[in-house]
């Protein structure tokens, strides 16, 4: 059976101090760098050996990602980095802090924002610009609901992961807490309305083991101390 784990980025700056981030840029903590390690660390005992790997064009996914294939001796890998895992274009949120929204707007605005299936953040008024996606041609947005990252993640796991997995080979996900949801939605068939319920803490790999023609047998909510919850 082909093997499929989901792992979001270690700790990040902006997730030790509660800021919005979206396509922005930055760093990992020191606890994020120590989550990538025990990913690692965990995968190495279970012996799992990977054919690809994927992650987004955030730096902080990628030196995730780093880790955790160098904790499992894996480094030699192909490595494929992709925008359309990044995380979700939280807009004209991005740099705020998500209480002092709250605040503003109220818990049940901000719910909605950060965990609704359809709802999309405040557009920023003027997009931004870099460079790391002028070679792709890719406009980026000026904010995203769960639906349009979803949207634009599919293609590249309808491409790029499921005929690997098809073809028998293990892959490995290293990307963000709302393109992880957005693909988690996808396999697991969740409603539209039952997606809030859905976390992807920092750190805590999710494995799927899937049949020859991909439909799920297992999926594994891989623990730190060696136990795992199985929800086959």
Known sequence: ?????????????????????????????EKGIEQGQMVGDELAKMGIQFDDAHTSYMSRAIKTMNII??????LYIPVYKTWRLNERHYGALSGLNKAKVKE???AEQLHRWRRGYSEIPPKLKHRQHERRY????????????????QKRL??????????????????????HGSS?????????????????????????????????????????????????????
């Open 134 to 149: 002028d070679r792709l041609g890719v406009k980026m947005p000026s904010s995203e609901s769960l639906a349009m990252t």
């Open 69 to 74: 294939l160098d904790r499992v001796d894996q």
């Open 154 to 175: 599919l293609p590249y796991w309808q491409d790029q992961i499921a005929p690997r997995l098809l073809d028998g080979k293990n892959q490995l996900i290293v990307a």
């Open 104 to 106: 503003k707007v109220g």
């Open 180 to 232: 992880l949801r957005a693909l988690i939605k996808y396999l697991d068939q969740i409603p539209d309305d039952q997606i809030d319920k859905v976390e992807v803490p920092n750190g805590k790999p999710i494995m799927y083991e899937f049949d020859p023609v991909l439909n799920i047998v297992k999926k594994t909510f891989i623990t730190m101390d060696g136990e795992k919850n199985d929800n086959s």
């Open 1 to 29: 059976m082909a093997k499929l784990v989901i792992v979001r980025h270690g700790q990040s700056q902006a997730n030790r101090d509660n800021i919005f981030t979206g396509w922005t840029d930055v760093p990992l903590t």
